[in-house]
């Protein structure tokens, strides 16, 4: 029997397993994926097939400067990888040919929805999120990088196949995940650090903590070729509430140079209607001459009583309490803050946004106590455009950063079955 995959046909006879990384497509991402993957790859029957997939369209790599640089440093040639654009994944669950293995995350999606009974197994480091969890394996552990959870499964399971190319990718990204390890940013815990030292242990001849830590570091902020549109959905989470949406980028630069960008308002207004938007939040993300992380917020809103209201919520909080101080902004559509809490990533920052939209469409609902039907509470903001009520609260990844009718995205291009069983061979052997 035979199975259309992307035009072309697909032996019946051999189930593909797929490796999904999230759709953040990090280092951490990435990396869990390639190496899970190859796990077990070497450790299953001979006949099974295990892909790892990048969860992005292969045109959106070069906005990852530090999984391009990884990759490079670690002698992977980008042609052997397969990104999401490259392999349909419906057309192989619709045919009954897909098992999927998540790792670095665990909510798939609504584009995607389809695919969850596909998934049977979860390896994440994220909190559980029961009403969006697939019923299947799941392993779930707090700690700072999804790679520890391979590295450990490895370890435990085949130490005898790890070689020095997965040992670096995995050994490099936990060290980019965990802030070098550093007890006062507070990522790292216990278990990160034990498998950091067995990696060492192992294989004495991995760079030096500081060396990869640096040069990844680097890499991941490097935004100097990007546009401000590639800035902002480099690194982008979504949350949604009664129709409206939230965007929250994060910008690897100051905040100040970040607002001198020329055309940035009207940049910022353009993102907003490209991925209907009605709030956009950057956290601007730098690291200052003594190597300490500096964080900064921008609130850009046209419409004044959600800014404000988002704006009062984020000042007022106090578990956590993110210590702004307000910074000068030009423009009225657009709030600045310096964050002096820098314990405060944009994971902790969504539930406090989700919180602002809360008391948002709270003080919209007429004395009755019946909700407004008109206005903000049911619409976007932006006219003409209208958006899904049914995502999940708090989606754990940035939305896709192509947009359908993109035209970057001409179709899935034609990838023969040989071709994926050739990649596979392929990392395997580079690996």
Partial sequence: GTLLLMGCRWNESRPLHVVLGNEACDLDSMVSALALAFYLAKTTEAEEVFVPVLNINRAELPLRG??????????IPESLLIFRDEIDLH?????????????????????????????????????????????????????????????????????????GQTAALLHG??????????VKVGKATPKDSKYVEKLEALFP???????????????????????????????????????TKVAISAIYMDLEAFLQRSGLIADLHAFCQAHSCDVLVTMTIFFNTHNEPVRQLAIFCPHASLR??????????????????PAPSAH???????????????????????????AYFESMRIPSGQPETEGVAGNSLFPGLS??????????TPMNSLVDECPLDQGLPKLSAEAIFEKCSQISQSQ
């Fill in 66 to 75: 530090d999984n391009v640089f990884f990759l490079q440093k670690i002698n």
């Fill in 91 to 163: 057309a192989l669950h619709q045919a009954g040919q897909l098992t999927l293995i998540l790792v670095d995350h665990h909510v798939l999606p609504k584009s995607d929805a389809a695919l969850e009974e596909a998934v049977v197994e979860v390896l994440d480091h994220r909190p559980i999120e029961q009403k969006h969890c697939p019923p299947c394996h799941v392993c779930v552990e707090l700690v700072g990088s999804c790679a520890t959870l391979v590295t450990e499964r490895i370890l435990q399971g085949a130490p005898e196949i790890l070689d």
């Fill in 173 to 182: 990204t936990i060290i980019l995940d965990c802030v070098n390890m550093d």
């Fill in 205 to 243: 001849d991995l760079p030096k903590r500081n060396d990869i830590f640096d040069s990844l570091q680097k890499a991941k902020f490097d935004v100097s070729g990007l546009t401000t549109e590639q800035m902002l959905r480099k690194d982008q989470k979504t949350i949604f509430r009664q129709g």
């Fill in 308 to 325: 404000m209201t988002i704006c009062g919520v984020l000042e007022r909080s106090h578990s956590p309490s993110l210590k702004l101080t």
């Fill in 332 to 358: 009225p559509h657009l709030q600045a803050y310096l964050q002096g809490n820098t314990q405060i990533s944009r994971k902790k920052l969504l539930p406090l946004l989700q919180e602002a939209l809360s």
């Fill in 387 to 396: 958006q899904d009520e049914e995502e999940p609260p708090l989606p754990p």
